[in-house]
C-alpha cells in the first residue's frame, strides 16, 4: 500500500477553479493506477476520475467530462485533478485512492479535501 495525501481544495466561485494534489508516498508508486472520488452530504460517493498506472488510460463521470482533468507525475509521487468551470453542484469531499497494478480494489485512500463552489 502506499499513503496518500490530498490538497487544494477551498472554496471558490462558480465558473472557477482548483487543481487538487494526491501526493504518495512509497517506492513503486508507478506501479500504482489512482482514482478521484467525491462525497457530497448526502449523497452517494461518486467515482469522479482514474488514472492508469501506465498514465494512458483515463476515466471521467460524465458529469465532469471537458471541465476536469487527471494527471500524474511519477517523480513527483504526485497526481493532480485540475477542476475547471466549477459547479456548485461539484461541492464535495474529494478523496484520492491507489490500487496496485492487478488488483481490481482500492486498498489506499486519502483523508480528503473539501471543496465548496459558491454560485
Known amino acids: 500500500q502506499v499513503q496518500l495525501v490530498e490538497s487544494g481544495g477551498g472554496l471558490v466561485q462558480a465558473g472557477g477553479s482548483l487543481r487538487l494534489s494526491c501526493a504518495a508516498s512509497?517506492?513503486?508508486?508507478?506501479?500504482?493506477?489512482v482514482g478521484w472520488f467525491r462525497q457530497a452530504p448526502g449523497k452517494e460517493r461518486e467515482y469522479v476520475a482514474r488514472i492508469t498506472w501506465s498514465g494512458d488510460i483515463t476515466y471521467y463521470l460524465d458529469s465532469v467530462k471537458g471541465r476536469f482533468t487527471i494527471s500524474r507525475d511519477d517523480a513527483k509521487k504526485t497526481v493532480f485533478l485540475q477542476m475547471n468551470s466549477l459547479k456548485p453542484e461539484d461541492t464535495a469531499v474529494y478523496y484520492c485512492?491507489?490500487?496496485?497494478?492487478?488488483?481490481?480494489?482500492?486498498?489506499?485512500w486519502g483523508q480528503g479535501t473539501q471543496v465548496t463552489v459558491s454560485s
Open positions: 512509497g517506492r513503486t508508486f508507478s506501479a500504482y493506477t
Open positions: 485512492a491507489a490500487r496496485r497494478i492487478g488488483k481490481v480494489d482500492y486498498d489506499s
